[in-house]
T-cell receptor, first 111, second 112 residues
Framework: EDKVVQSPLSLVVHEGDTVTLNCSYE??????LLWYKQEKKAPTFLFML????IEKKSGRLSSILDKKELFSILNITATQTGDSAVYLC???????????FGTGTRLQVFP | SQTIHQWPATLVQPVGSPLSLECTVE??????LYWYRQAAGRGLQLLFY??????ISSEVPQNLSASRPQDRQFILSSKKLLLSDSGFYLC???????????FGPGTRLLVL
């Protein structure tokens, strides 16, 4: 059965800290991996990764995929209180039109 | 650019009452459409998805149903709500063939 596992489940840090969120997967016919940020509303898209070793970067957020070891990490540097959210990882297999979501990592950033 | 709308934003309904949630997408044609439910503190559960008008795939057997009467309209319904139907309902769209999904603002449903 296809599955996506995120760790840690929850993380509490202070502003300015750097955090690393993990996503591992077991999926038949992997197509892509996506990261979303969810505050108290709908998830917003962050990154889509399809190739190993190529870092995607947006401001203080970056992500990379390892298709050999079947995982991805999301890094956030110099965290701010506005980074507090649930971060969701999802994987899309080929020929399904569906995403398989992990349960998310809840990040809390305190001043 | 594409936009996705959902309404209502919040809803409080008694047990046993009917439900109709609507989702519409603008700025794209023939999208894939999806309904998810998220219980408090939980992950996203895919309920239904559609790759075209009148084409509905159900992921979880339950008392909910979905319909796609028009290309960019997706409706989630129930004839009789249960307490367990409470949650945050999200509609999403993607281009035909899948890929990145973009979510609507969601509907918070509380069944009492």
């Amino acid at each position: 059965e296809d599955k996506v596992v995120q760790s840690p489940l929850s993380l509490v840090v202070h502003e300015g800290d750097t955090v690393t969120l993990n996503c591992s997967y077991e999926v038949t016919n992997f197509r892509s991996l996506l990261w979303y940020k969810q505050e108290k509303k709908a998830p917003t898209f962050l990154f889509m990764l399809t190739s190993s070793g190529i870092e995607k970067k947006s401001g203080r957020l970056s992500s990379i995929l390892d298709k050999k070891e079947l995982f991805s990490i999301l890094n956030i540097t110099a965290t701010q209180t506005g980074d507090s959210a649930v971060y969701l990882c999802a994987v899309e297999p080929y020929n399904t039109d569906k995403l398989i979501f992990g349960t998310g990592t809840r990040l809390q950033v305190f001043p | 650019s594409q936009t996705i709308h959902q309404w209502p934003a919040t809803l409080v309904q008694p047990v046993g009452s009917p439900l109709s949630l609507e989702c519409t997408v603008e700025g794209t044609s023939n999208p894939n459409l999806y309904w998810y439910r998220q219980a408090a503190g939980r992950g996203l559960q895919l309920l239904f998805y559609s790759v075209g008008i009148g084409q509905i795939s159900s992921e979880v057997p339950q008392n909910l149903s979905a319909s796609r009467p028009q290309d960019r309209q997706f409706i989630l319904s129930s004839k009789k709500l249960l307490l367990s139907d409470s949650g945050f309902y999200l509609c999403a769209w993607s281009l035909a063939g899948g890929g990145t999904q973009y979510f609507g603002p969601g509907t918070r449903l509380l069944v009492l």
